[in-house]
C-alpha cells in the first residue's frame, strides 16, 4: 500500500528497539541503584576479613615480645583485679591485650561475632604507657568489646544494613571517649541483628551469631555479638544499646551480665541508629560483663563530670558510691506475670527464688502489679515504635537485602494499610492480639494522634510512677524478659538447625482468646517435654483455650479449616490425653524448614501434622474416626500435589 510505505522504513523498526533497550537500561541502573547491597555487602566482608588478618598480626607481634606468655591466669581473673594488677603493673599492658586478642580470634571462628578490629588499639596502648601512675583512669589497660553501633573514628557503625557501609565515622562517639580517657583499650567491634529490632543476631552483611553455649542456638540480640565474645571470655567488658531488651537478651542467653540504665542517664551521641528521633521509645546504652562488680566499676568511669562536658544533655550526676554500697534494706516489688505474657516456669521460679533469698537477706519484699500491660504495649510501645506505619524503617532498607528473622514485619510494613486494616479486621476474632498489631503498624495516621500518643506515655508514665511510690520501692523485680512480643519464625543457624535462646528458648506467640501465654520451645522439633533444668511441662486439658489453638492450628490452611467437620474437632480435643495440642500448636508454627518458611511450606507442614494425627487416631480407634474420613483422602492428596 502506498500510504503504508512509511512501515518499511528502518528506523520504524529501530526506533522502538531502541526505546526497549533504553526502557531495560533504565531498569538495570535503577535495580543497581537501589541494591547496594549487591556491591557493598562483598566489599565489607572483604574488609572485615583483612581487617581480622591484622588483628592476628598485632597478637603474633605481642606475642613475640612475652614469648613464655600464659594468658589462661590473665583471662580468668574478674575485672577489679585484673585493673589493680595493671595498675600496680604487676601486669604488662601487652600481655593483657595480646591474650584477649587471640582469645577473640579464637570465640570468633566458633560463634562469629565480631565485625571489626580497631586498630588505633596499639597506638592507643603505646600512649598509656607513657602515663604516671596519678593520671591512669578506672580502666587503665582494659580491652573492652564495642557493639557496632558505636562510632569509633574511620570505621563503620552499619546497623546490620547496607546503606550504612562505607560511611566511617568522623569521630569517636562520647562514650568511646569517655572510656578511653579513663584507660580503656577498645579493640574489636561486635555483630548486631540488622535494624536492631530483633531478638536474633544477624544480619546480611555479617551473617548469624551464634550461642557458645550451644551452637544451634542464638546469642539473644541485638547486641548478641556482645553477648557471645563475653561468653567466650574473648572480652572482659562489652558496651552495648537497649531498647527492648537488646542488653537484657542477650545477656540472659549467653550466661552473663547486663544492664540498662534509666533513659538518658548515659550519653547517645555517637550510637547509630536504624530509626532515629524515637522520644517515647528511647534506646540506651549500656555494659555487659561477667558479673555485677564489673558493671559497677563501668559506671563508675562512665558517670563523670567528663561525659556531662563532652554531651551537655546528659544531667551530671555522679555513680552514688553510697547508695550502691549502703547495707539498709530495700523495699522490693516482683511480679511473676504482668498479666500479658505468662513468663515460663523456669522465669517463675528464678523470681520466687530471688524473692525468698531477698527476704531471707533482710529487704521487704512486696508484690506489684503493672498497671494496663496491654494498653502499654499496643497502644504505646508498639504505637511509638511504629507512629509513622514504618516509614523510616522501609527507607534504610531499601535495596537492602533482608534478613530472616525480619521478614514478617517488613513484609507487613510492605502491605498497603487499607490491606493491613482489612486484615486486622479478618484476625479480630481469630487472633485479637495479631490484629492489634496490624492496626498498629499502620501508625497513627496524623500529627494530632501522634500529639496524643505522645501525652498518653507522659500519662502512663505518671500513673506507673504513682503506684511506684504508693508502695514507696526502691527496685522492681520482674520474670526475665521474654522475647514473645513479636510473631515470627526463629532464624536458621548455617546448618539449617532451627535455633532459639539458650536459657529459655523463643516462645510461641500469645493466643489463648487474647489472654497472653507463652510456653517455650526447646531443640528437637516442637514438642514441650522438659524445661532446661529437667522439669516436665504440664500439657494442657481440654479448655476453650485447647480448642482455640487447635482453631490456630487449622487456620494455617483455610481449605482444612473449610473442609473440617464438628466431629473431627471432638476427636482432636479427645486426643489430648496422648498428644499435647499445646505441642501440635508448636509443630505448626516452628517445624524445621531447610529455608525461611513460605506460605507453601507453612501448609504443607500443617497437612502433614494433622494427617499424621488422623492416621494415628485411626489406627488407634478404627471405626470411630469414619466421621473424619471425609477430610482424610483431600488433605492427602493435596499434601502429596504440593
Not at 574473648?234 to 537488646?246: H, N, P, V
Request: hydrophobic share 40%; proline share 6%; net charge neutral.
Amino acid at each position: 500500500m502506498p500510504g503504508g510505505s512509511w512501515l518499511a522504513h528502518p528506523l520504524v523498526v529501530l526506533l522502538p528497539v531502541a526505546l526497549l533497550g533504553a526502557v531495560l537500561l533504565g531498569a538495570t541502573i535503577l535495580f543497581w541503584w537501589q541494591a547496594p547491597a549487591r556491591s557493598k555487602i562483598p566489599r565489607a566482608q572483604k574488609r572485615r576479613e583483612e581487617a581480622l588478618r591484622r588483628m592476628a598480626a598485632l597478637a603474633e607481634r605481642l606475642r613475640q615480645q612475652e614469648p613464655e606468655l600464659d594468658p589462661k591466669p590473665i583471662l580468668e581473673l574478674p575485672l577489679e583485679k585484673l585493673v589493680q594488677k595493671l595498675l600496680a603493673d604487676e601486669l604488662s599492658l601487652e600481655s593483657v591485650l595480646c591474650s584477649y586478642l587471640e582469645e577473640a580470634l579464637k570465640a570468633h571462628q566458633e560463634v562469629n561475632c565480631l565485625t571489626d578490629f580497631l586498630d588505633e588499639c596499639e597506638e592507643q596502648l603505646q600512649a598509656l604507657k607513657k602515663l604516671e601512675k596519678s593520671e591512669r583512669g578506672l580502666l587503665y589497660g582494659v580491652p573492652i568489646s564495642l557493639k557496632d553501633v558505636y562510632d569509633c573514628m574511620g570505621h563503620d557503625s552499619t546497623c546490620g544494613l547496607a546503606q550504612f557501609l562505607e560511611k566511617p565515622a568522623a569521630k569517636d562517639g562520647v562514650i568511646v571517649q569517655v572510656l578511653k580517657a579513663q584507660g580503656a583499650i577498645p579493640f574489636v567491634k561486635t555483630n548486631i541483628s540488622q535494624t536492631l529490632l530483633s531478638f536474633d543476631c544477624s544480619n546480611p552483611i555479617y551473617g548469624q551469631t551464634l550461642n557458645p553455649q550451644n551452637l544451634k542456638k542464638t546469642s539473644g540480640g541485638s547486641s548478641g555479638g556482645e553477648g557471645a565474645l563475653l561468653a567466650e571470655g574473648g572480652s572482659i567488658l562489652g558496651m552495648g544499646t537497649d531498647t527492648g531488651g537488646s542488653i537484657r537478651i542477650p545477656a540472659s542467653f549467653c550466661g552473663v551480665c547486663g544492664i540498662r540504665v534509666t533513659a538518658y542517664r548515659l550519653s547517645n551521641s555517637g550510637i547509630a541508629s536504624a530509626v532515629k528521633g524515637r522520644k517515647t521509645v528511647v534506646a540506651v546504652t549500656g555494659p555487659l560483663a561477667w558479673d555485677v562488680e564489673s558493671l559497677a566499676l563501668c559506671l563508675r568511669a562512665l558517670l563523670s563530670e567528663h561525659m556531662h562536658r563532652l554531651d551537655p544533655t546528659v544531667p551530671f550526676l555522679p555513680f552514688r558510691e553510697e547508695v550502691y554500697s549502703s547495707d539498709r534494706p530495700l523495699r522490693i516489688g516482683y511480679y511473676e506475670s504482668d498479666g500479658f505474657t505468662q513468663p515460663s516456669p523456669s522465669m517463675v521460679r528464678a523470681v520466687k527464688l530471688t524473692s525468698r533469698l531477698l527476704r531471707d537477706a533482710g529487704h521487704q519484699v512486696i508484690p506489684f502489679s503493672v498497671p494496663r500491660t496491654e494498653y502499654a504495649f499496643f497502644h504505646l510501645f508498639l504505637g511509638s515504635l511504629f507512629a509513622d506505619g514504618g516509614a523510616s524503617l522501609l527507607e534504610k532498607l531499601k535495596g537492602d537485602i533482608v534478613d530472616p528473622s525480619l521478614k514478617n514485619i517488613v513484609t507487613i510494613l510492605r502491605l498497603p494499610d487499607s490491606l493491613t486494616r482489612f486484615l486486622a479486621w479478618i484476625w479480630k476474632c481469630i487472633k485479637p492480639r495479631a490484629s492489634q498489631t496490624l492496626e498498629v503498624l499502620c501508625g497513627v495516621g496524623t500529627p494530632k494522634k501522634l500529639w496524643e500518643l505522645h501525652i498518653a506515655v507522659e500519662e502512663y508514665q505518671q500513673e506507673f510512677i504513682a503506684k511506684w511510690r504508693s508502695l514507696d520501692l526502691d527496685v522492681l523485680l520482674s520474670p526475665a524478659l521474654d522475647p514473645t512480643f513479636y510473631i515470627g519464625y526463629p532464624a536458621k543457624t548455617h546448618s539449617g538447625k532451627r535455633i532459639c535462646g539458650a536459657s529459655g528458648g523463643c516462645a510461641v506467640h500469645r493466643f489463648a482468646m487474647g489472654r497472653g501465654t507463652v510456653s517455650p520451645v526447646h531443640e528437637g522439633g516442637g514438642d514441650l517435654g522438659q524445661e532446661p533444668d529437667g522439669t516436665q511441662v504440664t500439657r494442657h486439658s481440654f479448655s476453650w483455650r485447647s480448642f482455640y489453638i487447635l482453631i490456630q492450628v487449622c487456620c494455617q490452611c483455610s481449605f482444612l479449616l473449610m473442609n473440617t467437620r464438628p466431629a473431627l474437632f471432638l476427636l482432636l480435643l479427645e486426643a489430648h490425653q496422648k498428644f499435647s495440642l499445646l505441642s501440635l500448636c508448636v509443630a505448626a508454627q516452628y517445624t524445621d524448614f531447610p529455608d525461611y518458611p513460605s506460605m507453601g511450606s507453612r501448609v504443607k507442614c500443617s497437612i502433614n501434622i494433622v494427617t499424621g494425627w488422623i492416621c494415628d487416631l485411626w489406627s488407634s480407634w478404627g471405626g470411630r474416626v469414619l466421621t473424619s474420613r471425609g477430610l482424610l483422602l483431600p488433605a492427602v492428596l493435596l499434601q502429596f500435589s504440593l
